[in-house]
């Protein structure tokens, strides 16, 4: 049980640095939010493969930040949460499963400190929406 608390502060620890210090972005914005989500859920499977955690486990702890953080109601978040363990199917959403995967591979510029360039890759797939709306 310990490691899961462990897992879960980490997960914790990982949303309100990249939020606040590493992204700042502003999640009353509804595509920025959800890119976001997807962006952290990659991150957690990252730290979820490392601390060998369950699957569960990285469900659970991006439902508690999509509700705690992003302000999704429960309901709401464990749909976001559902959505997103079926984009990781890349026929389900190849969009989703991109941004996934990129935060995965940002779980471990998080990992190394190399803030710059987590924020960079962040900010290019920002850019790459808005350019397409």
Known sequence: ??????????CMNITNTTIDKVFKIDINDEQ???????????MFNGLGHEKNS????????????????????????VQFSQ???NSTLKNFHPTM???IH???EGCFMYKDGENKKLSQDFHDIIEV???AT
């Open 129 to 131: 929406f808005k350019a």
């Open 97 to 99: 499963f991109a941004i």
């Open 102 to 104: 990129r935060g995965l």
């Open 1 to 10: 049980m310990e490691g899961n608390k462990d897992f879960f502060n980490e």
């Open 54 to 77: 369950k699957p569960v486990d990285i469900q659970s702890a991006m439902i508690q930040v999509a509700n705690a953080k992003l302000n999704y109601s429960l309901q709401s978040a």
């Open 83 to 85: 959505f997103l363990i």
């Open 32 to 42: 920025k939010k959800q890119i976001l989500g997807a962006y952290l859920f990659g």
